[in-house]
């Protein structure tokens, strides 16, 4: 047997050791530091409204129907949901999209809330995001007030045109009585109600006094604790739902789910947001009616 020196010996498995880890950096890059294993992905910078008091001369703003879809701010490169997932949303449908950060819905139309995120819930997008409209209502890192970022995504979309995507139309309310005539029209088609925007005002990231909501109703959230049995029509199928509010009060709701919801109700420990009108003195919601699963895009 051959005697080696012993300093060949240990150079030698320094040179394995260096060579082992100079392959494993080069198999696997290091991740930056949103796409750590196990982190959460950030927030989307958005606007977000307060409701209406009834106290703000709204005479002057600028008014939109409040669409019942799923938020989605373009970053430049991505769409990603309020709470920062990626979509996986079809190269053809982003095609000619600004570098310029937006923000819109994605929508399919009235009460189609649930039609649409199972369209997004697809692992792999197919014709069907065909169906659904990206509507812009801001350009956030565009210079100017509301108006001029407005302006900025029309005449990105005049020069690059997209068939899926259009900027939301705004209208000037007039007075109270035009905003409550505008909401009763919206209402009536199924809508959910109205937003307004203060003239040349910013885009500010979290809850603003410049972005306000109006709906005759209010919404709430609640956990799914067990499916109640139908009857008549809706025998072997969902009756009602028995809800659980944050403090514990329970009660059925047993209106606003449509013949697919009730065929496959939410399941029991999900959360669902409901529409009312003010409680009853028990702290049961007034004329609750189901809206939708709360989905954490």
């Given at each position: ?13 320094l040179f394995v050791i260096a060579s082992v880890f100079s392959f494993s950096a080069l198999a696997t890059p290091a991740l930056s530091t ?170 500010t990231i979290g809850r603003s006094d410049d972005l306000l909501k109006v709906k005759t109703y209010r919404d709430a959230e609640a956990r799914v604790i067990k499916h109640l049995p ?68």
């Amino acid at each position: 047997m051959k005697k080696y020196d012993i300093g060949f010996i240990a150079g030698m498995r320094l040179f394995v050791i260096a060579s082992v880890f100079s392959f494993s950096a080069l198999a696997t890059p290091a991740l930056s530091t949103s796409q750590k294993a196990g982190s959460e992905p950030q927030k989307a910078p958005v606007m977000l409204a307060h409701r209406w008091d009834q106290k703000v001369d709204i005479k002057g703003w600028w008014m939109s129907e409040k669409l019942d879809g799923v938020r989605g701010y373009w970053t430049g490169k991505e769409m990603i949901s309020r709470s920062g997932k990626p979509f996986r949303i079809p190269t053809w449908f982003t095609q000619n999209f600004p570098s310029n950060p937006l923000d819109g819905e994605l929508w399919i139309g009235r009460r189609q809330f649930s039609k649409l995120v199972g369209i997004i819930h697809r692992k792999l997008p197919n014709a069907e995001w065909e169906k659904v409209r990206y509507l812009i209502f801001d350009a956030p890192l565009t210079e100017g007030g509301f108006e001029k970022r407005l302006d900025f995504a029309r005449r990105w979309l005049r020069q690059h045109p997209n068939p899926y995507t259009e900027v939301l139309k705004q209208e000037i309310c007039v007075d109270e009585t035009h905003l409550q005539k505008k909401l009763r029209e919206i209402e009536s088609l199924g809508g959910e109600g109205v937003m307004l925007r203060k003239p040349v005002s910013p885009y500010t990231i979290g809850r603003s006094d410049d972005l306000l909501k109006v709906k005759t109703y209010r919404d709430a959230e609640a956990r799914v604790i067990k499916h109640l049995p139908g009857s008549g029509k809706h025998a072997r199928r969902l009756g009602a739902l028995l809800v659980e509010l944050p403090n514990e009060i329970q009660f059925a709701i047993g209106t606003g789910f449509s013949d697919q919801e009730r065929e496959n109700p939410p399941p029991v420990g999900s959360i669902i947001t409901f529409k009312y009108y003010g409680f009853h003195p028990s702290g049961i919601p007034r004329f609750a009616s189901f809206l939708r699963v709360r989905e954490d895009f």
